[in-house]
T-cell receptor, first 113, second 116 residues
Framework: DAKTTQPTSMDCAEGRAANLPCNHS???????VYWYRQIHSQGPQYIIH???NNETNEMASLIITEDRKSSTLILPHATLRDTAVYYC??????????????FGKGTLLTVNP | NAGVMQNPRHLVRRRGQEARLRCSPM?????VYWYRQLPEEGLKFMVY????????ESGMPKERFSAEFPKEGPSILRIQQVVRGDSAAYFC??????????????FGPGTRLTVL
């Protein structure tokens, strides 16, 4: 799976949009971008994933650049409960050992009141 | 619809004892994955199981660790003769299927093992 690079930490004001970047310059054509988050002392929580088109769900939006070398997770109105470590993961669509989620160090997002 | 359940949530063992961690997948899920998170580190894949089968145990330490997912009952991660280095959070995840792009893994709350 391609390696990802994320900032170690970010701050965001409550109610503002949180934009979390991720670089995955070596991503392959059949690899998806997944985002998970881990609130302190809890298990990781799936947020969103995409291949090349922008995606939106009830939790967040995912913007993937045209060359797919980077992406941004957007939390439109961050709340204090969004404080967590956010992981960007790339993995193949199917086959091989695509079930192995490889978690890096992620980005610690702190939402401030 | 209950999520992935793990028990116990906290487990304390002395060196040399055995630790048994249980995981009940979400209803309808037949694939189970175990991950370990050492202090200040990201999660690392350990093992992938389907009912009565170990599909991939490449992330499991070669000794003292074993996992099963019987036809009936929860998945069990067993650590024999625990050592201090086994202290970690152990997370279980489940999914409906593998290999599909929309097949996300749902994680349980984890079991925090402390070895004295």
């Amino acid at each position: 799976d391609a390696k990802t690079t994320q900032p170690t930490s970010m701050d965001c004001a409550e109610g503002r949009a949180a934009n979390l970047p991720c670089n995955h310059s070596t991503i392959s054509g059949n690899e998806y971008v997944y985002w998970y988050r881990q609130i302190h002392s809890q298990g990781p929580q799936y947020i969103i994933h995409g291949l090349k088109n922008n995606e939106t769900n009830e939790m967040a939006s995912l913007i993937i650049t045209e060359d797919r070398k980077s992406s941004t997770l957007i939390l439109p109105h961050a709340t204090l409960r969004d404080t967590a470590v956010y992981y960007c993961i790339v993995r193949v669509n199917s086959g091989g050992s695509n079930y192995k989620l490889t978690f890096g160090k992620g980005t610690l997002l702190t939402v401030n009141p | 619809n209950a999520g992935v359940m793990q028990n116990p949530r906290h487990l304390v063992r002395r060196r040399g004892q055995e630790a048994r961690l249980r995981c009940s997948p979400m209803k309808g899920h037949s694939h189970v994955y175990w991950y370990r998170q050492l202090p200040e580190e990201g999660l690392k894949f350990m093992v992938y199981l389907q009912k009565e089968n170990i599909i991939d145990e490449s992330g499991m330490p070669k000794e003292r660790f074993s996992a099963e997912f019987p036809k009936e009952g929860p998945s069990i991660l067993r650590i024999q003769q625990v050592v201090r280095g086994d202290s970690a959070a152990y997370f279980c995840a489940s999914s409906m299927d593998r290999g599909r792009s929309d097949n996300e893994q749902f994680f349980g709350p984890g079991t925090r093992l402390t070895v004295l």
